[in-house]
């Protein structure tokens, strides 16, 4: 088992920043490749940025290129989200992801699930 918490989401200003963090415990975390994913109201959760269990290879989805940043301490067993220039359709609940397989845009790739964060970004 992983365990998986989630903190720093908040409510920010369109424009604004947020750094997102997820610690892990349990099996040893360098054997997963993990994710965030979020999930806005009556829509279904989205994949948003993936790491590899060396950070050595990283994947976003298109709309957060440039914007959201993905990184991992294996020291430390967290994984973050550098979140910049956050516009209002950002806002959801973030969940960050661990998978024994390689990075996956799918939900159903990814084994173990934190509760989640709450990103609110006013316009």
């Known amino acids: 088992q992983v365990q998986l918490v989630e903190s720093g989401g908040g409510l920010v200003q369109t424009g604004g920043s947020l750094r997102l963090s997820c610690a892990a415990s349990?099996?040893?975390?360098?054997?997963?490749?993990m994710a965030w994913f979020r999930q806005a109201p009556g829509k279904a959760r989205e994949f948003v940025a993936g790491?590899?269990?060396?950070?050595?290879?990283?994947y976003y989805v298109d709309s957060m290129k440039g914007r959201f940043t993905i990184s991992r301490d294996n020291v430390q067993n967290s994984v973050s989200l550098q979140m910049n220039s956050l516009k209002p359709e950002d806002t959801a609940v973030y969940y960050c992801?661990?998978?024994?397989?390689?990075?996956?845009?799918?939900?159903?790739?990814?084994?173990?699930w934190g509760q989640g964060t709450q990103v609110t970004v006013s316009s």
């Open positions: 349990g099996r040893t975390f360098s054997n997963y490749a």
């Open positions: 790491i590899s269990w060396n950070g050595g290879s990283t």
């Open positions: 992801a661990a998978t024994s397989s390689r990075i996956a845009t799918r939900r159903s790739e990814y084994d173990y």
